[in-house]
């Protein structure tokens, strides 16, 4: 066995509790651990028959238990390839036949070898002998696969020459980095952190999370050094896989390393300490005992000073497998020939300084254009195609050239390639040429194709003209890591999200900019258009002023509002729209202190000091009035008399008119602190209660006394909801929704026997129990999270059990839109429609697309208010799709040390005709349905739910075919198709 596999059985001898493996998160490893879940592996696969030369494929979720599979496989003389969870299931299917994998380890596997017995030591392999594989992009139109032998892994180990101590990975697990990654941890008895994409993909977050876990060591591509250069943990930083330019360490305590490395070496070739600015920095000395030179065409070593292509001798890669064609071209007698040009400077160094095929490299990614141009043949329906790679500056792009005589859609087209080819491989630009270019012998030239112009109709890089411009693309290059975004750029086609897109809005400085503007623009261009178009007029006021300006008048109740104001007055002894709680602190606290806190919130927050009265019209108008500020105070009660009153402090807010509707008191007992809050749900909403218990900590933690903070942005936020229905946009937003939903007979609700006017309520929940794994291909391959699939499944269950093809729901949008309104205690959300029209020959990729268009254009609209409830009691109900977190339980995510105390909703009725909600629990998704009891039997309920998980099911079974139709669908749920 190697000196990597020795050295790791010697660590756990020796320090067995020290940590080797996190996910940053939830799962941490010590040496010892690692030692005993990777000798499950073992025997699993030696009780399976596996052994020297069989191939097991990983396919696990990011994190930590990859990397265990790993040291099993080696420990029983096997070989792996590791395919991340997401990739392409045309690419999976293809590397499992390529490779011959004899098994396949995904989570249902996992749980098997969970139930093995450990089994000791290693089997005995020769140097010679498989190892792992690493598939990359083929010139074929097929990932190639890099097969590496056992003798590989010591150098591999040892290429690394420096002090690792701790090391972040943010590399695809199916990367040679992380393998080179994982050897040297375990040769230098380190440690080793699968950063989650959720980390990667948000810079600050990365940066607190190699702080936090005192990072030493990172690996990045160039192009993102300059988030890393900010983490002050780090001592080494590695550069690797792009050209490096004037990058370099000031500081003697921080090593900067420029890494010559590849798939088909596995080992660091080369490196360079960058200490001095280079316009093209070096990769420096060979790093290993193995032969580095440069030869030319022929094969002869270039003369000093010429330039040649790169050569690096390893004679443990097999090189690609099943393509014998390509390895004679590029292993040959022991060397792998890069197709890199070099030449050696004045310090005796090796310098990259082009390429000698048509390959290009995109965010550190390999690309070679036969896998696009077959992707885009068989997606695109396109005959002729070619494509090619250029390099401009730092930037690099594929440009795809057709000859088909059609307008082709680039957003279309980059929507369905996205299914088949990860995201960096996806073309920037699509050019029509009349005919492929040939050279002087009839051979299709791919250097011959032009480059596209810059300002060319296709969305190549635009300078940015303004001011706001400038800071949305410095912005979007900033959260979307990468080197240059255009004015033109498209936010959603270079990979931003919703997500990011509210960082985004925290990352450039434009107050008021709001999540609809972006969605709508999508480019820096239109976005700042639409910035500057719609924002508040300039009265020379700041926002504070503005916001006290904005509290001394009068606004009438939003739509949701008014829907919720007519409910509680059609069952006014009800609790049903309480949102109450209360909380115990169980570290010893200052009691004056913490009565001062809650005081001080409540006075920072105008929605907790806010009073409904008619005016002249007789409209229900909301007004600030901190006249009726009551403050808290300590009442001193036991903790016997804590329980009983537990079941007696919610009650009805009878008279809702002429006082603020919110309560709140402070208990102390011989043991604890207790604070009991209770606010009517139109002036508060499922993201304040995080917000609210979050303010009152913070302002007890505060070395200052607690005082009221300056006024939240609730009152500006009602002005500027009232301002909006003047404009352009509002007018816009109207014709968007009337266009699309209108003139359709939509069902809306479940069809229902009963129809009685009372108001009872009921409630059932199921625990969805999908497979974890299954879900996230099929969150993938739908370019939808949870929030739209489940919409999806409520949808189908409605329309199977009305037996009608239109139906509608209606989802809560939460409405914090903007960074000025993520502090803000109110009531902020919207309610948006979704509906589908459905035909068995839909197939589900359509509906998935047709869903996904609806959740953005919804938003991007959402000034306009389409579901009008005010008048809606128990007689027009849609059914209101919810999916959250369960943020009321957030307690333990608290500075103080708190839990939550359960309290009695005596009277409660239904607020709606039925909730359909999604909500992440600790012990998993969880489907919890309210309802009305007089209208909905709770067999027809927990009929409608089975439906929905069968459904559920059914998307999970075709969740790699989303060419798979609507009537396969339901056939496979056991359901008639409706209508």
């Not at 790169?310 to 497998?321: A, L, S």
Request: charged share 25%.
């Amino acid at each position: 066995m190697s000196k990597v596999i020795d050295s790791f059985f010697d660590t756990v001898k020796e320090k067995p509790d020290e940590p080797v493996l996190s996910d940053c998160g939830a799962v941490s490893l010590t040496y010892l651990e690692l030692d005993i879940l990777s000798a499950r592996v073992y025997r699993y696969l030696k009780e399976k028959g596996i052994g020297r030369e069989d191939f097991v494929m990983i396919l696990l979720p990011r994190g930590v238990l990859p990397f265990v599979v790993m040291l099993g496989v080696w420990r029983a003389g096997a070989a792996f390839v590791a395919v991340e969870e997401g990739y392409p299931a045309e690419r999976i299917a293809f590397i499992k036949k390529d490779c011959g994998c004899r098994l396949t380890i995904d989570t249902n596997e996992w749980k098997e070898i969970l139930k093995m017995e450990p089994l000791s030591g290693c089997e005995q392999v020769l140097e010679h002998d498989a190892a792992f594989a690493v598939y990359t992009s083929g010139s074929t139109g097929n990932p190639k696969g890099v097969l590496h032998e056992y003798g590989n892994l010591d150098i591999i180990a040892a290429s690394v020459t420096f002090d690792v101590v701790s090391f972040g990975l943010i590399a695809p697990t199916n990367f040679v980095a992380s393998v080179i990654g994982y050897l040297a941890i375990l040769f230098q008895g380190c440690s080793m952190f699968v950063l989650p994409y959720s980390v990667i993909k948000n810079p600050p977050a990365l940066i607190d999370c190699y702080v936090k876990n005192n990072i030493h060591t990172a690996f990045c591509v160039p192009s993102v050094y300059r988030l890393f250069s900010k983490i002050p943990t780090l001592k080494v930083i590695v550069l690797s896989s792009e050209p490096t330019r004037g990058i370099w360490s000031e500081d003697p305590k921080v090593s900067i390393y420029n890494f010559y490395v590849s798939s088909e070496t596995g080992f660091i070739a080369s490196r360079a300490k960058l200490e001095k600015p280079n316009e093209n920095a070096p990769i420096g000395h060979p790093n290993t005992d193995l032969k580095m030179v440069l030869r030319d065409e022929e094969g002869n070593v270039v003369p000093d000073g010429e330039t040649g292509e790169i050569c690096v001798e390893n004679p443990y890669v097999r090189g690609y497998i099943n393509l014998p064609e390509q390895n004679a071209r590029a292993f040959i007698n022991g060397e792998y020939r890069t197709a890199d040009l070099g030449k050696i400077n004045e310090d005796g160094e090796f310098v990259v300084v082009g390429r000698a095929d048509d390959m290009v490299k995109i965010n550190g990614n390999r690309v070679e254009p036969g896998e696009v141009e077959d992707a885009a043949r068989r997606r695109l329906g396109l005959s002729e195609v070619m494509a090619r790679g250029f390099t401009d500056g730092e930037d690099a792009f594929i440009c795809l050239y057709y000859t088909d005589d059609i307008e082709l859609d680039a957003g279309k087209a980059r929507e369905a390639l996205i299914k088949v080819l990860p995201y960096y491989m996806i073309p920037a630009h699509f050019m029509h040429i009349d005919s492929l270019p040939r050279t002087a012998n009839g051979k299709v030239s791919r250097r011959m194709l032009p480059k596209p112009e810059i300002g060319s109709k296709e969305d190549t890089y635009a300078e940015p003209k303004t001011p706001e411009e400038k800071a949305l693309c410095d912005a979007m290059a900033k959260i979307l890591s990468v080197s240059r975004v255009g004015a033109r750029d498209d936010f959603y086609t270079l990979g931003g999200s919703s997500i990011l897109a509210m960082e985004l809005i925290g990352s450039c400085d434009l107050p008021e900019l709001n999540v609809t503007q972006i969605f709508r623009g999508r480019t820096p261009e239109k976005i700042a258009a639409l910035y500057l178009e719609e924002r508040m007029p300039d009265i020379g006021l700041s926002r504070n002023e503005s916001i006290k300006r904005a509290m001394t008048r009068s606004y009438p109740l939003t739509y949701e509002q008014l829907y919720m104001f007519d409910y509680q007055l059609y069952t006014p002894k009800s609790t049903m729209l309480n949102i109450a709680g209360m909380l115990r602190f169980n570290e010893k606290l200052d009691a004056e202190r913490l009565k001062a806190s809650i005081n001080a919130m409540i006075q920072s927050h105008p929605a907790l000091m806010t009073s409904l009265s008619y005016n002249e019209d007789g409209e229900v108008v909301q007004h600030y009035t901190p006249e009726q500020f009551s403050p808290v105070e300590i009442e001193e009660i036991s903790e016997d008399e804590i329980e009983e009153l537990a079941d007696t402090l919610v009650h009805p807010f009878e008279g809702l008119m002429g006082k603020t509707l919110v309560r709140n008191r402070l208990f102390q007992t011989e043991e604890a602190l207790y604070w009991f809050y209770e606010i009517h749900h139109m002036f508060f909403d499922g993201a304040s209660g995080k917000i609210m218990i979050k303010e009152v900590c913070d302002l007890y933690l505060d070395k200052e006394y607690p005082a009221p903070k300056e006024p939240d942005g609730y009152y500006f936020m009602l002005y500027e909801r009232e301002h909006q229905k003047l404009s352009e946009q509002y007018a816009k937003s109207r014709e968007y929704f009337e266009n699309r939903y209108d003139g359709t007979d939509w069902s809306i609700r479940l069809d229902c026997e009963m129809e009685s006017r009372k108001n009872g309520y009921g409630e059932q929940e199921m625990l969805l129990d999908l497979p974890e794994d299954e879900f996230k291909e099929l969150e993938e391959v739908s370019n939808l999270g949870k929030n739209g699939i489940y919409m999806i499944s409520e949808l189908l269950a409605m329309a199977a059990m009305n037996g009608k093809k239109d139906v509608m729901t209606v989802w809560v949008y939460k409405g914090r839109d903007s960074r000025n309104l993520t502090d803000i205690l109110g009531l902020l959300f919207r309610e948006l429609p979704v509906a589908l029209s459905l035909s068995p020959d839909m197939t589900l990729g359509e509906i998935y697309s047709d869903v996904a268009e609806q959740i953005s254009s919804g938003i991007a609209h959402c000034d306009y208010p389409y579901i009008d409830k005010g008048s809606a009691v128990k007689t027009n109900d849609h059914f209101i799709f919810i999916y959250q977190e369960n943020n009321w339980n957030c307690a333990n995510e608290m500075p103080l040390d708190m839990e939550e105390v359960d309290i009695d909703f005596p009277d409660i009725a239904s607020e709606t005709a039925m909730d359909v909600e999604i909500i992440d629990t600790d012990e998993g998704t969880l489907l919890f349905l309210e309802y009305s009891d007089d209208r909905y039997r709770d067999e027809d309920v927990k009929q409608f739910m089975d439906t929905m998980l069968s459904i559920d099911r059914a998307m999970l079974s075709f969740r790699k075919h989303p060419e798979a139709t609507l009537g396969e669908l339901f056939k496979e749920a056991g359901l008639p198709f409706p209508g």
